[in-house]
């Protein structure tokens, strides 16, 4: 395949983004061939650990190709949508359940399913082009791909307030925000992967991180968790509306560009993900809101403003301070027989 190279090298198994003039945008091809590779190398014991990178200097993963999801959903074919998420997401479960070390070099943009490769790894290194985001509540997505589970860890309301407002992490802020573990400069990542390969030893990755510099969003904990505490979106809308500082009314203009559908569940599952702490239970309260969003929710729309007209103006089917609650419970109910597994074939 040419968006992606897959393949064993000394004591690794390999696998490389090769699509950088498309951000390395996942596919739904890559996404079944990275489950492919980690079902084999499983139960290959020639296979020390598994080392993920991308070609190209603009990014790691971009995120999803969602064009493919907008041409099947404005034919009302929402199967093809449910059926990627579900596939993906089996893959974001067995990535982060893998029981071997996983090293992932995420330089540039890393975005999305990007996240969902990159950021559940075991070792997982930046640098200082590095860019992190979960920005889907503004194509009218939930943080999805098992991000909703780095985003519960985080700390304090550090996870509502970059899932709400997209806010883009650099490599200081991702290792406080809990989406990477090491800092090294990527003009050293060429030789570290080439030992790796050779002795399999992840011990290397710990001797070759650098300490980063102090996490911008750190500075900000104490205004993030004062407005972004609430149980609803109307609360955290509000507390950001009477504090009346720079930081909230950053953080409202911020809001004010994403879906208020997306960004209303996005908080469900933050706080229903913060009492369980499971990949699994993240991932099916993801699909619950993914196997509805083109239908019931503001996804296509979300699509056609970001990258079909390209307007950037998507008409939400709700206003930031109009949002129903009932609304919000209906994308999170129970999906029933279509609910999302985890088992291949099922």
Known sequence: MTDITIRKVGQTGRITFTRPKALNAMSYEMCIAIENALDTWRADDSIKMVVIDAEGDKAFCAGGD???????????????????WAEEYRMNAKMFEFPKPVASFMQGFTMGGGVGVGCHASHRIVGESSQIAMPECGIGLVPDVGGSLILARAPGRLGEYLGLTAARLNAADAIYAGFADYHIPEDH???????????????????????????PLAALQGEIDANFGGETLND???????????????????????????????????????????????????????????????????????????????????????????????????????????????
């Open 66 to 84: 969602i064009a493919e999801l907008y041409d099947t959903g404005t034919k009302a074919d929402f199967a093809f949508g449910q059926t990627f």
């Open 236 to 346: 955290v809308v509000n507390a950001l509306t009477y504090a009346k500082t720079d930081f909230a009314a950053g953080a409202l203009k911020k809001l004010s560009r994403n879906s208020p559908i997306a960004m209303g569940a996005a908080l469900e599952i933050i706080h229903r993900v913060r009492t369980r702490d499971d990949i699994r239970f993240a991932l099916d309260q993801e699909y619950r809101f993914t196997f509805r969003a083109m239908q019931h929710g503001d996804f296509l729309e979300g699509i056609r403003a970001q990258i079909i007209d390209k307007d950037r103006n998507p008409q939400w089917k709700y206003t930031l301070e109009a949002l129903p609650a009932g609304v919000v419970t209906k994308m999170v109910l129970p999906l029933g027989a279509d609910k999302l597994t985890f088992e291949k074939g099922e």
């Open 189 to 215: 990542w060429p030789a570290l992967i080439a030992q790796l390969e050779e002795t399999g030893n992840w011990d290397l990755i710990d001797a070759a991180a650098t300490q980063p510099e102090d996490a």
